[in-house]
């Protein structure tokens, strides 16, 4: 079986479209609709209730354009909402999150005994990094860390320069991350400072794991065993909306998408 709809992909913002990117650069046949939830970002400093109601409203708006998958590619909204995406929307269609499919690439790696990971309040305080590799790997030594100054300092521009540099400083040398021996970049916006983490980590063997290539495999195989590929190239283009639309959104979109993308307002919340 094959299937020409389109996989639903949302975050709290833009940053998802680093996964988004990542998803089509894999199945370049597929089309998308993104949903940026611009009017309540940002996620990780929200409560999980909040979290679940905003994603409950995204995944009808996706289900109302006939998408055939969902991906929550946003770190906080996996956190808060997926097992309850899971339980109201799973007999539906296939739901993929940005934290299962690193959970399972870092787990099979039996060489690694430590690790961090860094996010947003609303991802480290929910926990499910810890909880998941309780199951998976109990052996493994999971140190977290929220790290919120970090979405807000990309999407201003900072990155790759002293200021990035210096705030990642103060959160990597904290004793907490002494010894791991890899860090979980468990953020959507967490890609465009990989070079820094690197330069900060430079000659101490600490291995970087960020979510768009891991996710965008995972969402690969899931479309295959659900017969959901699509057979050829759309004609239509892909569709970005947002639930609150200002030229600053879609400026930034240039950081995470490579180009400016074209953002469409609708209101789901009125
Ligand atoms: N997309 C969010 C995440 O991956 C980061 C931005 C936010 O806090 O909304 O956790």
Redesign the pocket.
């Known amino acids: 079986m094959r299937d020409d709809r389109p996989i639903g992909i949302f975050?709290?913002?833009i940053?998802?479209l680093t996964v988004a990117n990542a998803i089509l650069q894999r199945l370049p046949k597929e089309r998308i609709i993104y949903f940026g939830?611009t009017a309540?970002?940002?996620?990780?400093?929200?409560s999980a209730k909040a979290i679940r109601h905003y994603a409950d409203g995204i995944t009808n708006f996706l289900l109302s354009h006939d998408c055939k998958a969902i991906v929550i590619?946003?770190?906080?909204?996996?956190?808060a909402a997926y097992a309850h995406l899971l339980r109201r929307y799973g007999d539906r269609l296939p739901i993929l999150n940005?934290i299962d499919p690193i959970v399972e690439e870092v787990s099979a790696r039996p060489d690694l005994h430590t690790i961090g990971v860094i996010?947003?309040?609303?991802?480290i305080r929910a926990g499910m990094f810890p909880r998941k590799f309780r199951q998976a790997r109990p052996d493994l030594t999971v140190r977290s860390q929220a790290t919120?100054l970090l979405?807000p300092m990309i999407e201003e521009g900072f990155f790759n320069n002293k200021i990035s540099r210096a705030v990642l400083d103060s959160y990597l040398s904290k004793p907490l991350f002494k010894g791991i021996q890899g860090l979980i970049m468990?953020?959507?916006?967490?890609p465009l400072i990989r070079p820094d983490i690197e330069a900060l980590y430079a000659g101490k063997n600490v291995e970087l794991f960020d979510?768009p290539g891991v996710v965008a495999r995972a969402v690969a195989r899931s479309l295959e065993q659900h017969g959901l590929l699509r057979p050829r190239r759309s004609a239509l283009p892909h569709a970005f909306y947002v639930s609150d639309f200002t030229d600053s959104f879609e400026r930034t979109t240039r950081i995470f998408w490579g180009e400016k993308v074209h953002l469409e307002e609708v209101q789901l919340w009125e």
Do not use: E, F, I
Request: proline share 6%; hydrophobic share 20%.
């Open positions: 975050d709290s913002g940053g998802g939830d309540h970002l940002p996620y990780g400093d929200k590619a946003c770190n906080s909204a996996t956190s940005v996010g947003t309040k609303a991802t919120p979405a468990a953020c959507t916006h967490y979510t």
